[in-house]
């Protein structure tokens, strides 16, 4: 685990998943049997935005609590050791899903993308005294496209996070983030899991 220049609260685990988990998720996510849905809006899952740059696919592995997949049974302990990586206790999940954004070029539709594309994973409202949320990427590529973190007040960029693959950066949810597009790599593939952990 390597924590170096992390704002505070960050995790950065390497080879987050076992060896032969990892082979099995990025075998499956590159397989016929795993669906991937396009959205015109990859960060809000909305399909009413007319920028292309926002373009990709996504797969939900888990939407409010319940599996929403066939392929469950391989991701289900991700959830988990999100939890165990932060020192508690796994309560829910609110959203787990696999992300796809492809390569549109350095077109000028995307040249503003960190500011539009700014954004938390919401479920804020969930939180207690106890009850944390998170959310972790976790990196299927060895690619291009920076997740970028900015001050929630002056919002200004203090931290970039280049995908690794089988890494996982794990932050707390109301962190404004954006995920920058793949320029020189075909493709950028990432698990976001959003999850309540018991810290009581």
Not at 163 to 186: E, S, V
Request: proline share 4%; hydrophobic share 40%.
């Amino acid at each position: 685990m390597s924590n170096n220049n992390l704002p505070e609260g960050f995790i950065l685990v390497d080879d987050f998943l076992g060896k032969n988990h990892f082979l099995e998720v990025k075998k499956n996510v590159e397989g016929v049997h795993f669906a991937w849905y396009f959205f015109s809006d990859t960060i809000y899952g909305l399909e009413n935005q007319n920028d292309s740059s926002k373009l990709g696919f996504r797969h939900a592995i888990v939407l409010n609590d319940r599996p929403n997949t066939p392929h469950y049974e391989l991701y289900a302990t991700v959830p988990m050791m999100v939890a165990d990586a932060v020192g508690g206790k796994l309560h829910s999940v609110q959203t787990f899903h696999a992300n796809l954004t492809l390569n549109h070029g350095a077109n000028e539709e995307a040249a503003n993308w960190k500011i539009r594309w700014m954004h938390h994973d919401g479920f804020l409202e969930l939180e207690t005294e106890n009850l944390k949320r998170y959310t972790a990427v976790i990196y299927i590529d060895d690619s291009d496209g920076n997740t970028v973190f900015f001050d929630n007040e002056t919002k200004e960029v203090i931290y970039e996070q280049s995908p690794k693959q089988n890494t996982a950066l794990i932050f707390p949810t109301d962190n404004l983030h954006a995920g920058d597009l793949p320029r020189i790599c075909n493709q950028r593939r990432v698990l976001n899991v959003n999850i309540l952990v018991d810290m009581g």
